[in-house]
């Protein structure tokens, strides 16, 4: 159940005739009073007998009574309008029952407690199966002001029990960081224009994916124009740009005019201050006389972000999230044509899993916004998808620990959208993978040569072993690992490093996860034999990796949809 504060000015006239009307798209559907603040206030839907345009007029008369007693002191914002809103999947609940919401809502925002007899007036108006409007003026009848401190939280709080005592859809709690969602005007406006989005859902992921790109301030706006977004920027006396509004071509006004939207209500890390702290850490650096291959740098650094997760320093965590957030922005534009749509789709659930109440430090997070920036910029060779399938397999493994990290932490709304994007990240990742590993399947080596790998594989890690060689992705591991010895490489010596970076604990397919590992490091160059007797001196040394000798922190519990 969902309910949003709105507050005007004026008197409620305007809100009763809309209410009461056969609205924007004529979806109010027998509009009626099913609660006031006195149990007999005049109806007008209710009166058969009489006008209703007059009706309306001494309903709106008798809620702004107490506002006009006060004359010139009345408060400037004078009334409150709360649409209360069910699931679609929620039984349908009686005009008894939608009564009962209304009087716990307006009680538990201070408006009118049970039993107070000079309380605020109020009404609930019903033209619809699944919501309820309730109307009501900020003055008491008594002529004081209602104590609605913190109500937009209070209603919250009282609408996620009514949801236990009905039996209704249980959201999660939110912690205020959340995107502001489409007005029901919005999303009437977007169906009429034969539009599955609204206009602030798509400036939403524009922007995000300009921040995500850019460099710079220039080169964030010189982005959104080239995608079409209008920009108007608000300036201080001083000429500086304070802020910044965003619209779409096309998208106007009854009056012809564009429909701005601040930053700061398309997401609270979209207002022009939020967006400059995001690019200082953008900044590039001069360019290597041997520029590294920017799949490996951001799948390297998309394999460190667990670890961070699973540290104890919170604002360097929550960076990490700003930054996986900002990867899957740019992600969609990169991907094969058949994974676009579920990476797309994953970077809006994320959306609001890269936000909580604790400040982001980003200064770690350099190296996967830069290399993930290079993807986008440069379309480096990825000849077989194999680069874009070992980023993917990063990305999925790090929202999965990002879950988990929100669920320690209580923020429920994040975890729900950490979890959700995990579905759509696995079907991106089989559209993907599948036939990267098919293909390396396809050249996979002798069997005297797969029976030496495999023997090797034991030794390196025996809790895995059975059930990596039991993996159908076997035949690609092995195939990986045969190229890098021709390349140079030491089979037990590559297996080691792979099992160093990270254990196999914390990843969703072992066989995979070691394909991706052992494919990026056969690929770089070759160490010179003193280098190979070194590793191979210190690998004797040290004991076997068990899967358990190594982990940081106990694996996140995972859900069914993290599973494959």
């Not at 977007?190 to 301030?217: M, Q, Y």
């Not at 964030?220 to 080239?226: D, G, I, Q």
Request: charged letters at 25%; glycine letters at 6%; a positive charge.
């Amino acid at each position: 159940m969902i309910p949003k504060i709105i507050l005007g000015q004026g008197g409620t006239r305007g809100l009763i005739r809309y209410l009461f009307g056969e609205g924007r798209a004529n979806e109010h559907v027998d509009p009626h009073l099913v609660a006031s603040w006195n149990d007999f206030a005049p109806d007008p839907g209710r009166s058969p007998h009489r006008d209703p345009k007059e009706v309306e007029k001494q309903l709106a008369a008798q809620l702004d009574q107490p506002v006009r007693m006060l004359g010139d002191l009345a408060p400037q914002t004078t009334f409150w309008h709360c649409p209360v809103r069910a699931a679609p999947e929620d039984p349908v609940l009686t005009d008894a029952q939608w009564a009962e919401v209304a009087r716990r809502i307006v009680a538990a925002a201070g408006l009118a407690s049970d039993g107070d007899e000079q309380a605020c007036r109020w009404v609930a108006v019903r033209h619809a199966d699944d919501h309820i409007h309730i109307a009501a003026t900020l003055v008491r009848q008594d002529g004081r002001r209602p104590q609605r401190n913190h109500d937009k939280r209070a209603v919250q709080k009282e609408a996620r029990q009514i949801e236990i005592d009905y039996g209704l859809r249980r959201l999660k709690a939110g912690d205020g960081t959340a995107a502001k969602r489409p007005t029901s005007k919005e999303h009437f406006k977007a169906k009429r224009l034969g539009r599955d989005t609204t206009a602030r859902e798509v400036l939403r992921v524009r922007v995000r994916r300009a921040v995500a790109a850019a460099h710079s301030e220039a080169e964030f706006f010189a982005l959104l124009e080239a995608t079409g977004v209008s920009v108007r920027l608000k300036r201080g006396p001083s000429g500086d740009a304070l802020g910044c509004n965003f619209a779409l071509p096309g998208d106007t006004n009854e009056n012809g005019e564009p429909v701005w939207f601040a930053g700061s209500t398309l997401s609270p890390d979209l207002s022009l201050p939020r967006i400059r702290e995001r690019l200082t850490t953008a900044d590039p650096e001069p360019v290597a006389a041997r520029p590294g291959n920017p799949w490996h740098q951001a799948t390297a650094a998309t394999e460190r972000i667990p670890r961070h997760l699973s540290a104890d320093d919170d604002h360097v965590a929550q960076g990490q999230l700003v930054a996986l957030g900002a990867a899957l922005d740019l992600l969609p534009i990169v991907a094969p044509a058949s994974a676009r749509a579920d990476l797309q789709q994953a970077a809006i659930l994320f959306e609001r899993a890269t936000r909580s109440r604790i400040t982001a430090d980003l200064d770690s997070t350099r190296v996967l916004r830069r290399s993930v920036q290079a993807i986008w910029r440069d379309h480096p060779q990825d000849k077989d998808g194999a680069g874009f399938a070992m980023l993917l397999d990063a990305v999925f493994t790090a929202v999965a620990f990002a879950a988990h990290w929100h669920r320690t932490r209580q923020n429920a709304q994040q975890e729900e959208a950490a979890e959700r994007a995990l579905l759509h990240l696995r079907a991106a990742y089989g559209q993907v993978a599948e036939p990267v590993l098919a293909g390396l399947a396809r050249r996979a080596p002798a069997r005297q040569t797969q029976q030496r790998l495999a023997h090797h594989l034991r030794q390196a890690v025996p809790d895995y072993a059975e059930r990596i060689l039991d993996d159908p992705a076997w035949d690609a591991l092995a195939t990986v690992l045969a190229e890098a010895e021709a390349a140079g490489h030491n089979a037990a010596s590559i297996l080691s490093q792979a099992l160093g970076q990270r254990t196999l604990e914390d990843a969703h397919n072992p066989a995979r996860a070691l394909t991706w590992r052992i494919r990026r490091l056969g690929q770089r160059r070759t160490p010179n034999p003193r280098a190979q007797a070194a590793r191979a001196r210190g690998a004797a040394r040290q004991p076997a990796f068990p899967a358990h000798s190594t982990a940081a922190t106990p694996p996140p519990q995972r859900s069914q949809a993290q599973r494959r």
